[in-house]
């Protein structure tokens, strides 16, 4: 009895080893085949984005100027000048004031547009053409395009509205100038979010709530906005990062210039200033990174915090 037991046994052992066996050199050759695949981005990607990194982060820690000549290791003196410099935080604090207006502002944008254009019944796709296509256009040129607009004298924005504004030359409208390009420029990214988001939630919600009596104010707020949490934490992170980053619509703006009274110029562009203009590498080295640290942290109190809300709502 022992031994057909056994007999039995045996086999299956044999059969289990040889599957695990064949399983494990699948594995093996799956990978090997995926390496090769994957080398050409790795190559790409530790040749354009891992060692600039580190050279920037090298030197940061050096007084290396524009010509790479006679860079002398300083330790951290540059990020102390920079913790110390007064235009640096002006320039960090007009990218965040300017992110403090774009984001809310495109958010509810975006989304206002995104449930007019999944609502209406006629010509939906030449809606989402509108909506998306100024996305589409390259910094320049809506930049330039713009810059003619809100021109005081000749600019069609006065024009049309009966106003004399000197949007470009006031430093108490040159902010708000730059925002608004923004907004028409960039809305249709968050747009195109919202509306996939929107065509995602099931119809038998809205029939569900209209048989319990629910208006269309109630179907939004307790249905639609709830359904939009998550691609609504997207848009926010997202434009957030993107907003800090302010440059190119901003210089073509106030034509390659920091706007009036230094008024526009972002913590990006005097960067450049200090690398390109005043020929100090190392310490727009040290400013760059600190600004990668600030984004960095920006990143990841975004993850710290969806993670905690899921967590809350299990």
């Not at 619509?249 to 009274?261: K, L, N, S, Y």
């Not at 526009?264 to 080295?285: D, K, N, P």
């Amino acid at each position: 009895m022992t031994t057909s037991a056994e007999n039995v046994i045996a086999p299956a052992r044999t059969r289990t080893a040889t599957a695990t066996a064949t399983a494990t050199v699948r594995r093996n050759q799956g990978f090997q085949h995926g390496g090769w695949f994957v080398a050409p981005f790795l190559a790409l990607f530790a040749l354009f984005v891992v060692w600039p990194l580190l050279r920037g982060v090298y030197l940061s820690l050096t007084d290396a100027n524009i010509s790479g000549d006679g860079a002398n290791f300083i330790g951290l003196d540059n990020y102390r000048e920079a913790l110390h410099d007064r235009a640096m935080w002006d320039a960090l604090g007009h990218s965040a004031y300017f992110t403090l207006l774009v984001v809310p502002c495109i958010t509810v944008l975006a989304f206002l547009l995104a449930m007019l254009a999944h609502h209406i019944e006629r010509g939906k796709w030449l809606w989402r053409l509108c909506f998306f296509a100024p996305f589409l256009l390259p910094s320049t040129v809506a930049g330039n395009m713009w810059q003619w607009l809100f021109t005081q004298g000749i600019g069609l924005f006065n024009e049309t509205f009966g106003l004399t504004t000197p949007w470009l030359t006031d430093k108490s409208y040159a902010m708000l100038a730059i925002v608004i390009e923004t907004l028409w420029w960039t809305v249709g990214f968050s747009f195109l979010l919202y509306l996939a988001a929107l065509q995602g939630i099931p119809d038998h919600l809205y029939e569900a709530a209209k048989l319990d009596g629910a208006n269309a104010w109630h179907r939004t707020v307790h249905i639609t906005l709830p359904m939009l949490r998550h691609i609504t934490g997207l848009v926010i992170a997202l434009q957030a990062l993107a907003s800090l980053q302010l440059f190119d619509q901003a210089v073509v703006m106030m034509d390659f210039g920091p706007g009036p009274e230094l008024s526009t110029r972002s913590f990006v562009q005097y960067t450049l200033e200090q690398g390109f203009t005043s020929y100090r590498v190392g310490y727009a080295s040290a400013m760059s990174v600190i600004f990668f640290v600030l984004i960095a942290a920006v990143a990841l109190a975004r993850t710290a915090l969806l993670r905690n809300r899921e967590e809350g709502t299990r």
